[in-house]
């Protein structure tokens, strides 16, 4: 069972990252998907996610209109596209999957915003 991210990086002001999150030994349709972030010296927070396999999403105010969350089951991975990347964005950026009882999580990838 595990979740590896994929595609942090290095990004100017202004600029557009997607990360991506690829599952593998479950059944990646069933698990409800989601992003986090965790920055130096804060909590983990929220990002996006799924709020159930129906599609419905949910955004963090601070990435409203910037950040897109989507899914391709057939490639069991989920992405995350981020887009006018502000200095404050940068984290590190963690996968959840989850169906009641079970949780996991990826082991993160670095998003530094910077010029």
């Known amino acids: 069972v595990q979740l590896v991210e994929s595609g942090g990086g290095l990004v100017q002001p202004g600029g557009s990252l997607r990360l991506s999150c690829a599952a593998s030994?479950?059944?990646?349709?069933?698990?409800?998907m989601s992003w986090y972030r965790q920055a130096p010296g804060k909590e983990r927070e929220l990002v996006a996610g799924?709020?159930?396999?129906?599609?419905?999403?949910t955004y963090a105010d601070s990435v409203k209109g910037r950040f897109t969350i989507s899914r391709d089951n057939a490639k069991n991975t989920v992405y995350l596209q981020m887009n006018s990347l502000k200095p404050e964005d940068t984290a590190v950026y963690y996968c959840?999957?989850?169906?009641?009882?079970?949780?996991?999580w990826g082991q993160g990838t670095l998003v530094t915003v910077s010029s």
């Open positions: 030994g479950f059944t990646f349709s069933s698990y409800v």
């Open positions: 799924f709020i159930s396999n129906g599609g419905t999403t």
């Open positions: 959840k999957g989850v169906r009641p009882p079970l949780e996991v």
